[in-house]
């Protein structure tokens, strides 16, 4: 039989069957910094909060 080459990764039983593989696949697309949603979610409820005193 030929030997196989091991990959660096270690391989448990959740990573045998494929079960959590789907992490070392996964690439960021969007990056947004934490204090940009802050900055969101305060002008958000600003707007609400302004919504709800109008009507």
Same mark, same amino acid.
């Given at each position: ?6 990959? +660096?990764?270690?391989?448990? @039983? =959740? !990573? ?6 789907? $992490?070392?696949?996964?690439?960021? +697309?969007?990056?947004?910094? @934490? =204090? !940009? ?6 002008? $958000? ?11």
């Amino acid at each position: 039989m030929p030997s196989r080459k091991r990959s +660096k990764r270690q391989s448990g @039983p =959740m !990573t045998a069957a494929g079960l959590i593989s789907f $992490y070392d696949e996964y690439e960021e +697309k969007v990056r947004v910094s @934490p =204090m !940009t949603i802050v900055i969101i979610s305060i002008i $958000y409820a600003v707007i609400i909060a302004l919504a709800h005193a109008i009507h």
